[in-house]
């Protein structure tokens, strides 16, 4: 008869107040919950991360400046190309030096650097479609964010409702149990004492009654502590805190007034999934633009040179002779850069325009399977809504029916059994009528998500 209402979700909460100064009310809950849960959080920082990629995808067209230098050791060395450098003047001959890296003259220290200033000029396209791709992600990643909020606003709700279900439980069947324990303590009496019209049968009845309401209680206990428990968690509250509700009853909430038709299109509209799609596609059309670009070439322009110097080594002043150890040179560049590999470009864009059909397909089914969550969502809102109204008349009749057989027992018209059966029918009927309203309640809810109305 009692059936669990709330799912408890273990968060890591990083600050757990152990007390609210206020009874918290449902939108305060929900606030609380959106501004505490990790999980959000955690999605929030990936959105940042797309952000990142964006500015590094844009950056791509920025200047590059790449700088390479080190201080290092070279062979020392004076003199020119020759052995002797007079008799190769004085006509005598010329004789090649062989000494190049030799040690004999000592070393010297060996300061070296190279740069490249790089701008590019045209990329084809890379930089544009990959920047597109990156600002359709971060819609994408926003997309989750705002998922994540609806499944913790229902969650939340859940929880809250759910404790007010199993609070209301419990107290009608603490009053029921005390009425019916009441009803012993007088049969009990009358059977001592010999009066009235009462057998130890009646007595059996009412103590299987009351071992039966008993249970009932137990549970309901228990569903009470783990919903508030849960409602705790989902708001960032310690576990062994004081949390008071705003609200003391269950009781349900107003029914939509928008049509089925209204309501699809709403969620076509504004549910976070659409704009999802939306941006995925966006993305996956520009991926592919972008993989074809990349076996294209960069067209740059830039200055790049070197300076190479070792103070214990003569320059070699000839134009046709290079010395690593002792040069300089700078030079304004225009060039292309071009990698190409053949099968993986063609892999690559393969693999993208895969995935933008897959994408296709997906948001092919996605416009015929949402307005079907909000139709299955709005006919159970009306279902759940009149079954709310029929067992509260239910309830109210069961109650009169308890309400006049007690009254007919005490007067020694009726018997045990039939308290025990008008027990047993108010206690079905008006447990079954706070289950439905935490049902109808929670249908709303998931109407409200499905439709985008608490993202």
Not at 39 to 67: F, P, Y
Not at 120 to 147: M, Q, W
Not at 188 to 199: A, F, R, S, Y
Not at 403 to 414: P, R
Request: aromatic share 8%; with cysteine; net charge negative.
């Amino acid at each position: 008869m009692i059936r669990a209402w709330v799912q408890v979700v273990i968060l890591n909460a990083f600050f757990l107040p152990s007390v609210f100064a206020e009874p918290l009310n449902l939108d305060q809950a929900i606030e609380r919950a959106l501004n505490t849960d990790p999980r959000i959080s955690e999605l929030e920082k990936l959105v940042d991360v797309a952000r990142a990629t964006l500015a590094e995808a844009q950056g791509s067209d920025d200047l590059k400046i790449s700088v390479n230098s080190f201080i290092g050791l070279s062979p020392g060395l004076t003199g020119g190309l020759s052995v002797n450098d007079v008799d190769c003047e004085s006509g005598k001959g010329c004789v090649n030096r062989t000494d190049r890296y030799t040690l004999e003259e000592g070393l010297s220290l060996w300061n070296y650097i190279d740069y490249r200033i790089i701008k590019p000029l045209y990329t084809f396209g890379k930089i544009k479609h990959f920047s597109a791709a990156a600002r359709a992600n971060i819609g994408i990643k926003e997309g989750d964010v705002s998922v994540r909020q609806g499944a913790t606003v229902l969650q939340v709700k859940q929880a809250y409702y759910g404790h007010l279900a199993a609070a209301d439980t419990y107290a009608f069947l603490l009053d029921m149990k005390s009425r019916v324990d009441a009803s012993i303590e007088a049969v009990e009496i009358w059977l001592e004492d010999g009066e009235g019209h009462v057998k130890n049968a009646d007595l059996f009845a009412l103590q299987t009654a009351s071992g039966i309401a008993a249970s009932y209680i137990s549970q309901a206990e228990a569903l009470k502590k783990i919903s508030l428990d849960g409602l705790k968690v989902l708001i960032g509250v310690d576990l062994e805190g004081e949390l008071e509700l705003a609200d003391t009853r269950i009781r349900p909430v107003p029914l939509p007034e928008k049509t089925l038709e209204q309501l699809k299109q709403q969620a076509l509209l504004v549910r976070p999934e659409m704009r999802q799609l939306e941006f995925g596609l966006k993305a996956r059309r520009s991926l592919v633009a972008a993989n074809k670009a990349l076996s294209k070439p960069n067209i740059y322009t830039g200055f790049g040179g070197m300076i190479s110097y070792s103070p214990n080594r003569d320059r070699l002043d000839n134009p046709h002779i290079y010395d690593p150890f002792n040069d300089w040179g700078g030079t304004p560049v225009l060039g292309m850069q071009w990698e190409w590999q053949g099968g993986v470009s063609s892999a690559k864009v393969a693999k993208s325009k895969a995935e933008l059909a897959a994408l296709i397909e997906k948001s092919s089914f996605a416009r015929s399977g949402i307005p079907f969550q909000v139709s299955e969502s709005y006919h159970n809102v009306h279902a759940f809504h009149d079954a709310v109204k029929n067992l509260a008349k239910s309830s109210r009749a069961a109650r009169r029916w308890m309400i006049s057989t007690y009254t007919d027992f005490d007067a020694g018209l009726e018997q045990a059994e039939k308290i025990v059966t008008a027990f047993q029918g108010y206690v079905l009927a008006h447990s079954g009528y706070l289950q439905t309203v935490y049902e109808y309640n929670m249908h709303v809810a998931k109407l409200d998500n499905v439709t985008g109305v608490d993202r």
